[in-house]
Nanobody, 120 residues
Framework: QVQLVESGGGLVQPGGSLSLSCVAS????????MGWYRQAPGKERELVAR???????YYADFVKGRFTIRRDNGLNTVYLQMNSLKPEDTAVYYC??????????????WGQGTQVTVSS
């Protein structure tokens, strides 16, 4: 079992910044990729940003230039720095990790989600 714990959500005004973090723990052999998804009310969950162990990164078009994802492989942690936040960024943000457990079985784990609200 691989557990993910997120932190750092909250309320921020438009144009402001927030930083999210997510720590993975448990029976981990490898973490091939860690990423952030979000889900707004009435909408499907969507990929925001993703980073591989080799530090390749992917960003959704709607966050390019505003959000930055960073991994600390030694700490099994992924961060999401969100700048120039807009009301449409309001959503529950979920951390995701994929890789192999110490039992050599693959996993695809999710955090519990953290609320980000952008409002004046």
């Amino acid at each position: 079992q691989v557990q993910l714990v997120e932190s750092g959500g909250g309320l921020v005004q438009p144009g402001g910044s927030l930083s999210l973090s997510c720590v993975a723990s448990g029976s981990i052999f490898s973490i091939d990729a860690m990423g952030w998804y979000r889900q707004a009310p009435g909408k499907e969950r969507e990929l925001v940003a993703r980073a591989t162990t080799g530090h390749d990164t992917y960003y959704a078009d709607f966050v390019k230039g505003r959000f930055t994802i960073r991994r600390d492989n030694g700490l099994n942690t992924v961060y999401l720095q969100m700048n120039s936040l807009k009301p449409e960024d309001t959503a529950v943000y979920y951390c995701n990790a994929v890789g192999y457990g110490s039992n050599v079985r693959s996993y695809d784990s999710w955090g519990q989600g953290t609320q980000v609200t952008v409002s004046s």
